[in-house]
């Protein structure tokens, strides 16, 4: 059997295994739903299990590069309440992926049965107005743009941190500093050696009618980064911005635009993005479309050894399906032109079709993808700086109150840039998932 072949009964196995899933639990909700287990008023337990079947047809742009695969994760977690002040949460995942190419797997497929979450937080009550939390935890901020739990991910994003919250009818403010979690596929998982993050998030909301306003400063320590000139030294950067989000019915508008100052060793860092995006929502009609427009931008460099570094730095986000489903660009380098119209048929179905166009912001620096990682190097000499277009189409189901269905397919045309670098023409990624908590 080639290889074109195995893929395909791959992703066909898939499918039915998971829609055979889903037609048992269709066929489970008209039954009556049984008790919860009980428990004492002092522990709430919880979990979740997720299942995905995705293939790839020439991923990272290389022809031939084919994969299908599952991707399995299980979390259950307790929250302990001891009293109406201070709580207690852990949760552990187990995370897997079956069939695929890669052997042996590692992040971000699979975490063999770890500790996601453990945390302490006083101040757990919701009228609180101050919250303190210790331990491993989320951290998201915004749209996840820069901070984020890139929970699309098989094994997701954790901090090791300490989180302070302050909160009034207008106004919050958190505070936090830690380390992010690396995650280690058949051991501990442990914070990321030398590297340490902290910052201030506010989020201003009715002070201004219809308006959102949220300041941000990140700033970030990591070692062993390479500089411009050669060799290897210690970053140290801020990233300060401010995100806006106006609505307005029928129209949204969103833009975030965010600058970084720091250096590496002797190398100084000037770089900065932006996210502009507007929607139009007609609620009240039949299926409540919507339409939608964006552009994003991100810095690169147009003179990779003068000792200016103008890359920006992405930080850790939730990258998945900002810059198209297929999830191969990040946010580095960047011209990115969006569209799309979402569909709401009934109430637990949505159905959104989008478009994305690429291109690199200076033909000296690379193209990288959703991790932030180089993608194909640099550009100079390719008679184009445009990287590719992209078509999705993506529909989430509710299916029962404690099961959700999802489904999409991507399509990459290259451009003219990975044409020459890469002698690439193509990239699809369709995926299904199913996701039940209990």
């Known amino acids: 059997m080639t290889h074109a072949r195995v893929i395909t009964v791959r992703v066909i196995v898939g499918i039915v295994v998971l829609a055979r899933a889903a037609g048992t639990a269709f066929g489970q909700d008209v039954q009556p739903s049984r008790p919860p287990i009980p428990t004492p008023p002092w522990l709430e337990v919880a979990g979740e299990y997720r299942i995905r079947v995705e293939g790839v047809e020439g991923a990272r742009f290389q022809a031939g590069n084919d994969d299908a695969y599952f991707l399995s994760r299980l979390r259950f977690g307790a929250t302990f309440l001891p009293s109406e002040s201070w709580r207690a949460v852990v949760q552990v995942q187990d995370a897997h992926v079956f069939l695929k190419n890669q052997q042996p797997s590692r992040p971000p497929f699979q975490d063999i049965v770890d500790a996601r979450l453990a945390y302490v937080e006083v101040g757990a009550r919701g009228d609180a107005p101050i919250r303190l939390r210790a331990g491993r935890q989320e951290l998201s901020f915004g749209e996840q743009r820069l901070v984020g739990?890139?929970?699309?991910?098989?094994?997701?994003?954790?901090?090791?941190?300490?989180?302070?919250?302050?909160?009034?009818?207008?106004?919050?403010?958190?505070?936090?500093?830690?380390?992010?979690v690396r995650v280690v596929a058949d051991g501990p998982n442990v914070p990321e050696p030398g590297t340490i993050f902290y910052g201030v998030d506010t989020v201003v909301t009715g002070v201004v009618p219809h308006l959102t306003i949220e300041p941000y400063l990140f700033a970030r320590r990591a070692p062993n980064q390479p500089t411009e000139l050669g060799g290897r030294d210690v970053i140290h950067s801020a990233t300060f911005g401010t995100r806006v989000v106006a609505a307005i019915q029928p129209f949204d508008v969103s833009v975030d635009v965010a600058g970084q100052r720091g250096g590496i060793g002797s190398d100084d860092i000037h770089a900065w993005a932006g996210h502009w995006a507007v929607g139009f929502t007609r609620a009240h009609a039949a299926w409540k479309p919507r339409l939608s427009g964006e552009y994003n931008y991100a810095s690169g460099d147009d003179k990779p050894r003068d000792g200016r570094r103008e890359t920006f730095d992405q930080l850790y986000p939730t990258g998945h399906d900002k810059y198209g489903l297929a999830d191969q660009i990040g946010w580095k380098n960047l011209h990115h032109l969006g569209g799309g119209v979402e569909l709401r048929p009934t109430a637990r179905l949505s159905t959104a079709m989008r478009y994305h166009s690429w291109w690199v912001a200076s033909a000296a620096d690379a193209v990288y993808d959703a991790s932030g990682a180089v993608l194909v190097p640099a550009a100079a000499g390719s008679p184009s700086r445009h990287i590719g277009q992209e078509v999705d189409v993506q529909s989430a189901l509710v299916a029962t109150p404690r099961l959700r269905v999802r489904a999409g397919y991507a399509h990459i045309v290259a451009g003219g840039l990975l044409r020459a670098a890469v002698n690439s023409r193509s990239l699809s990624y369709p995926y299904l998932s199913l996701i039940t908590s209990f």
Not at 149 to 173: C, E, I, M, Q
């Open 149 to 180: 739990t890139a929970d699309w991910l098989n094994t997701g994003r954790t901090f090791d941190a300490v989180r302070a919250t302050y909160k009034r009818p207008h106004v919050s403010v958190d505070g936090f500093g830690g380390w992010v």
